[in-house]
T-cell receptor, first 118, second 106 residues
Framework: SAVISQKPSRDICQRGTSLTIQCQVD?????MFWYRQQPGQSLTLIAT?????????ESGFVIDKFPISRPNLTFSTLTVSNMSPEDSSIYLC???????????????FGPGTRLTVT | GQQVMQIPQYQHVQEGEDFTTYCNSS?????IQWYKQRPGGHPVFLIQ?????EVKKQKRLTFQFGEAKKNSSLHITATQTTDVGTYFC??????FGTGTRLTIIP
């Protein structure tokens, strides 16, 4: 299994500002994902972070709002831009050892970043 | 888009009672995975089912994949306080189910 760390663990931000969340994995992984989870709710996939190319966004999520970087196989960042209170949520980094396009491998999750926008 | 529904949404049981959560997909699945999320924690992978009608066991947990590969279930026998948490299923499109929150009355 992979050990995943996220920074920051939590933050309180003002509306209109941006926050960048970092995800670090202790080993090289093929696939990295970013999820959002509101308290008491399920997980919603934001995007797949692709190494060396633009992230693949799910319906309802756009690059201008959630720019993602993945400079190598162990690190990724998610930025929440121009935040509003509706962005208050837990943001989770996830990795899988499965090859690209083969989504039948288990996922491992980071501890999450709890974001509150005031 | 694909929807993955779970029932019930909540389940409160006395310690020692059994618990079952059901996962239903609107489309046929190539595989299904189950995860457990403890309160305040992150999801942890439990198991993957691939074959039609497949049944797998992990101690007191029994996982089943439907014959039509559109539904799955997780059954816990004789629940313990350590079973508390939310159980999610996940399809191959990385879509998580709505989850079932299990609470245990000691």
């Amino acid at each position: 299994s992979a050990v995943i760390s996220q920074k920051p663990s939590r933050d309180i931000c003002q509306r209109g500002t941006s926050l960048t969340i970092q995800c670090q994995v202790d080993s090289q992984v093929t696939m990295m994902f970013w999820y959002r989870q509101q308290p008491g709710q399920s997980l919603t996939l934001i995007a797949t972070a692709n190494q060396g190319s633009e992230a693949t966004y799910e319906s309802g999520f756009v690059i201008d709002k959630f720019p993602i970087s993945r400079p190598n196989l162990t690190f990724s960042t998610l930025t929440v831009s121009n935040m509003s209170p509706e962005d208050s949520s837990i943001y989770l980094c996830s990795v899988s050892s499965g090859a690209s396009g083969i989504r039948r491998y288990e996922q491992y999750f980071g501890p999450g970043t709890r974001l509150t926008v005031t | 888009g694909q929807q993955v529904m779970q029932i019930p949404q909540y389940q409160h049981v006395q310690e020692g009672e059994d618990f079952t959560t059901y996962c239903n997909s609107s489309t046929t699945l190539s595989n299904i995975q189950w995860y457990k999320q403890r309160p305040g924690g992150h999801p942890v992978f439990l198991i993957q089912l691939v074959k039609s009608g497949e049944v797998k066991k992990q101690k007191r947990l029994t996982f089943q994949f439907g014959e039509a590969k559109k539904n799955s279930s997780l059954h816990i026998t004789a629940t313990q306080t350590t079973d508390v948490g939310t159980y999610f299923c996940r399809n191959e499109k990385l879509t998580f189910g709505t989850g079932t929150r299990l609470t245990i009355i000691p």
